[in-house]
Structures are given as structure tokens and as C-alpha cells.
Nanobody, 123 residues
Framework: QAQLVESGGGVVQAGGSLRLSCAASGRTFSRDAMGWFRQAPGKEREFVASISWNGATTYYADSEKGRFTISRDNAKITVYLQVNPLKAEDTAVYYC????????????????WGQGTRVTVSS
């Protein structure tokens, strides 16, 4: 059974840094594009970043360029999201996603979703 499991969330102070991890299993995800979405309290789920299957191409939400870094390790079938520096508005549940051929940045573009990891940024 295909599965994406996020980790690394928690309570972090504003100005600090955080690295989220997503471990994939159950199928060969090494050819999938992978990425991250997030959903803040009371808001819709939004695209954060994505990375091509070989790590050569990355995409970021326009509002987050410079603070977020996505990377992947295909030997471990794991994708990472580094956030630095954290802001209060980064408080959200972060979801790992995967798709062989994502069609855009909407939630419909990705076939596989993790359960999410909660990040709370305290000011």
C-alpha cells in the first residue's frame, strides 16, 4: 500500500528553522514528483513547493521563495522541506504529496497524500 509519512513538525519559535521529512513506501516513488502543501487554521490548503523525480527542478509558491527549500533523497525515498526563518504565518498542517505527472499546483494535481504534520510557530 502506497504511503507517505511526514515527520518533523512541532512547536518552534519565530525566527528559528525547521526541517520536515516525508518517507515514502509501498510503491516506487523514485519516478514521482513530490512536494508539500499546507493548511493553516481557517484557510484552504495551499501549494508550498515541489521537486521533480530527479531533483533537478524545484517549484515554490511565489510568496515563499527564499525561505523554503525542498530536496529529496531517492536512495531513501524521502523528501525534505527546510524552512528558515520561520514566521507565525507558517503555522499550519504540512502535507507531503506525490504524483507521477502532476498537472499543476492544485490539490487535484497530486495522487498521493500523507496524513500531515503540524507546525506551530510561536512568537
Amino acid at each position: 500500500q502506497a504511503q507517505l509519512v511526514e515527520s518533523g513538525g512541532g512547536v518552534v519559535q519565530a525566527g528559528g528553522s525547521l526541517r520536515l521529512s516525508c518517507a515514502a513506501s509501498g510503491r516506487t516513488f523514485s519516478r514521482d514528483a513530490m512536494g508539500w502543501f499546507r493548511q493553516a487554521p481557517g484557510k484552504e490548503r495551499e501549494f508550498v513547493a515541489s521537486i521533480s523525480w530527479n531533483g533537478a527542478t524545484t517549484y515554490y509558491a511565489d510568496s515563499e521563495k527564499g525561505r523554503f527549500t525542498i530536496s529529496r533523497d531517492n536512495a531513501k525515498i524521502t523528501v525534505y522541506l527546510q524552512v528558515n526563518p520561520l514566521k507565525a504565518e507558517d503555522t499550519a498542517v504540512y502535507y507531503c504529496v506525490a504524483a507521477l505527472y502532476p498537472t499543476g499546483r492544485s490539490t487535484d494535481a497530486y495522487d498521493y497524500w500523507g496524513q500531515g504534520t503540524r507546525v506551530t510557530v510561536s512568537s
